[in-house]
């Protein structure tokens, strides 16, 4: 699992570049994979900040709801942070399963 949640960071990092629209859309299917195998594995019966923060990227980054800013200089700071988040987990799983 900590692969695929550092491609998905390198996803979210790729996205601050003007790339086409079908991009995106597949940006908004990986992260949404990635946030609900994160939440399936780490939900354990109580709302932690954790299960809160990647509730939330899996409502922002919903590929069948899509929520649309409009605007690139808005997203650009909700792919960074995202990026991180996974990024994060990714290390926090490697060091977990070494």
């Given at each position: 699992m900590n692969?695929?949640?550092y491609v998905i960071a390198v996803a979210?990092?790729?996205a601050v570049f003007p790339l086409p629209i079908g991009y995106y859309?597949?940006?908004r299917i990986l992260v949404s994979i990635g946030a609900v195998i994160f939440l399936?594995?780490?939900f354990k019966g109580?709302?932690?900040l954790w299960i809160i923060v990647?509730?939330?990227m899996l409502i922002v980054f919903n590929p069948l709801i899509p929520i649309y800013l409009y605007s690139k200089a808005l997203w650009i700071p909700i792919?960074?942070?995202a990026a991180g988040i996974f990024a994060y987990?990714?290390?926090k799983y490697e060091r977990k399963n070494s």
């Open positions: 692969k695929l949640f979210l990092i790729l859309t597949l940006l399936v594995k780490e109580e709302f932690e990647f509730g939330i792919d960074l942070a987990w990714g290390y």
